[in-house]
């Protein structure tokens, strides 16, 4: 019984690539209270990118995506460079090349999890030779060409393959928050363009069945940034021209289309290792040897000890310790605010004469509504910071219709509709009360870009742990806009973009709210 035992573990156990993907998927990944709360992490790691292809927008990410982080600094171009971009990649690249994908992309794990799938399989062929050169096309056109006109001509962020293309942009990052009944009110967001996306998704998931890593092979532009350095990297498979005898049973038996080992469509997966039988390829490191073909290297247990270890920092930190996780309680829904709280000033009369009788009396803008930010209930009150110096404090703004516009610098719809935002405050003037907020974790400049459009309506970037986005209820998806009546009760609170009707009506219901 227990050779039995012992034999099936031999014939399926993970190897040690199939491990490494997995750790690294998680690590991707590792706020795991994402995914509880359905909302997305915004902490200062997020200015890092990650190596591997891993949505921004899925609840568990934790680093940027490489390739949402190029397509935003070429929107950019116009003002800003993006070395830290450039670098970063020139990084991963020299350093490792496709071996990110071949052992650190989640999206290559589920892609070969799904050719796991029993079926008949495509196997390599001219075609999928010829359609390998797809994603290179790809990163000229939507990752380069699309993002760098937009930004220059409309000094507008548009990541054309993250929004007209990615399927990890949807799989991870719509639909890992649309599953979430906390972000049920997204569904009203959903339109054609979301039905495109999802129909390209389930067709290169579809395709990852019968072909191997099909997304990887024929539309990944991160793939094919990689792939540019696959010359170079200090991690990879090495040949040992001196054993080698051309046999050719790497390349055959090879996978991926590729034409000698450690071309550009290699993804240093090692397999040709086992495959050879001369001895002559290796996993190295430089001139250290990861992994050869008499089974010589790979991870010790020192090595595996101390990658468990990060991974448990990381997932302590992450969904704990960090200082930009909402830890804050909110108040019980009940809760009414005090009455000495924010006292109306009176001024009391010189004598005991009742006032004239064709005076209007004083209007009391109180609310016995309960605290929170659905509609009907009052917003806690919040101070913040104005670009300008000034202060705009919530309780003051009673008597008011009060607006308040979640944006990024990197969401086109934001800014598209930032305008209109301007417009009804400057035709309102003292009957509405504004206020723009940015999130804490800025990548252009909020402030400048504000002032170089000339609007006039109140800016500020939220606190570090970002207090006004969890008084709102709000997920870290943009544009997010909350109207008030002017007893300071939520009358609109929706994620998606608004157009000038929309604000007008939205006025005009909050102002009726009397």
């Known amino acids: 019984m227990d050779n039995v035992k012992t034999s099936w573990w031999q014939a399926h156990r993970p190897t040690t690539r199939r491990l490494v993907q997995l750790y690294s998927a998680l690590l991707h990944n590792a706020h795991v209270r994402g995914f509880i709360d359905g909302q997305i992490y915004q902490g200062k790691a997020k200015y ?13 990410a934790v680093g940027a995506c490489p390739l949402g982080s190029i397509q935003n600094a070429l929107g950019s171009a116009g003002h800003r460079a993006g070395w830290y971009v450039l670098g970063i990649i020139l990084l991963y690249g020299v ?21 796991k799938i029993p079926t008949p399989k495509i196997r390599k ?22 993002p760098l006109t937009y930004g220059l001509r409309c000094d507008l962020p548009l990541p054309a393959f993250c929004k007209y293309i990615c399927p990890a942009g949807t799989s991870e990052g719509a639909m890992g928050l649309l599953s979430n009944p906390a972000n049920a ?42 792939g540019l350095f696959n010359r170079f990297n200090v991690i990879g498979v090495r040949v ?39 001895g002559a390829i290796a996993m190295k490191a430089g001139g250290r040897v990861l992994r050869g073909p008499d089974g010589r290297g790979g991870p010790g ?16 930190w992450f969904n704990v310790l960090d200082p930009s996780l909402k830890k804050a309680e909110k108040p019980a829904a009940t809760e009414a605010p005090a009455a000495t709280e924010e006292p109306i000033e009176t001024e009391e009369p010189a004598t005991t004469e009742a006032p004239a009788a064709t005076e209007a009396p004083a209007v009391s803008w109180d609310s016995d509504a309960p605290i929170g930010h659905e509609v009907g209930q009052q917003l806690e009150d919040f101070t913040l910071t104005c670009y300008d110096g000034t202060d705009f404090h919530l309780a003051k703004q009673r008597g ?24 009804l405050y400057q035709e309102k003037g003292d009957d509405i009360a504004m206020l723009v907020v940015h999130p804490s974790l800025v990548i252009d400049d909020p402030e400048e870009y504000l002032s170089d459009k000339g609007y006039a309506m109140p800016c500020a970037t939220d606190a570090d ?50």
């Open 185 to 226: 009110g997204m569904f009203s967001m959903l339109g054609v363009l979301f039905t495109r996306k999802f129909v390209i998704m389930l067709a290169i998931g579809l395709a990852c069945v019968f072909c191997f890593r099909a997304f990887c092979r024929f539309v990944c532009p991160l793939g094919a940034v990689y």
């Open 125 to 146: 062929n001219p075609v999928t030779r010829a359609l390998c050169w797809l994603k290179y096309v790809l990163l000229i056109v939507f990752v380069v060409a699309i």
């Open 95 to 115: 350093i490792l090349g496709r071996t990110v994908c071949g052992w650190l992309c989640p999206l290559g794990l589920i892609q070969e999890l799904l050719h």
């Open 400 to 423: 008011k219709v009060t607006f308040i516009n979640f944006w990024a610098t990197s969401c086109t719809p934001c800014k598209q509709e930032l305008p209109y935002f301007n417009e």
């Open 465 to 514: 742990d970002d207090t006004l986005m969890e008084i709102v209820g709000g997920t870290g998806t943009f544009p997010q806009t909350v109207v008030l009546n002017r007893r300071g009760e939520v009358v609109y609170n929706k994620i998606g973009s608004v157009t000038p009707e929309m604000l007008s009506a939205l006025f005009d219901e909050a102002n009726q709210q009397q």
């Open 240 to 278: 040992d021209a001196a054993r080698c005898n051309g046999c050719g049973a790497c390349v055959r038996g090879c996978k991926m289309d590729v034409r000698r080992v450690g071309d550009h469509e290699c993804i240093q997966c090692g397999k040709c290792v086992d495959t050879c039988n001369q």
């Open 48 to 60: 890092a990118c990650a190596p591997g292809f891993n949505c921004y927008s899925c609840p568990g």
């Open 301 to 316: 247990r020192v090595i595996w000890a101390a990658a468990l270890m990060v991974l448990c920092l990381a997932l302590l």
